[in-house]
């Protein structure tokens, strides 16, 4: 049963937006904190962007500025607006609670830089 389901990845160039969304089921959204990770190759899965139930947000320093989350509670979805990307953005983005739960991984949505 798939439960987070990412979209919105594509090829831009430096300097470009994309907006990634992410739908889940109100099992794991409803009352719950959520968060953007990414994972480039190589390295490790960490958390870009988060948004409690009440819409707090918080962000690592190298996105803040220039991504965006937000969520629709009505909706169950989760979203990160992505602004003045730039090459070393380049990762799989991923949706998960926050902090995440290893078995709501889903598979990610690719997105590429170019310089």
């Known amino acids: 049963q798939v439960q987070l389901v990412e979209s919105g990845g594509g090829l831009v160039q430096a300097g470009g937006s994309l907006r990634l969304s992410c739908a889940a089921s109100e099992r794991i959204f409803s009352s719950s904190a959520m968060g953007w990770f990414r994972q480039a190759p190589g390295k490790e899965r960490t958390l870009v962007a988060a948004?409690?139930?009440?819409?707090?947000?918080y962000y690592v320093d190298s996105v803040k500025g220039r991504f965006t989350i937000s969520r629709d509670n009505a909706k169950n979805t989760v979203y990160l607006q992505m602004n003045s990307l730039k090459p070393e953005d380049t990762a799989v983005y991923y949706c998960?609670?926050?902090?995440?739960?290893?078995?709501?991984w889903g598979q990610g949505t690719q997105v590429t830089v170019s310089s």
């Open positions: 998960n609670k926050d902090p995440s739960d290893p078995k709501y």
């Open positions: 948004i409690s139930w009440s819409s707090s947000t």
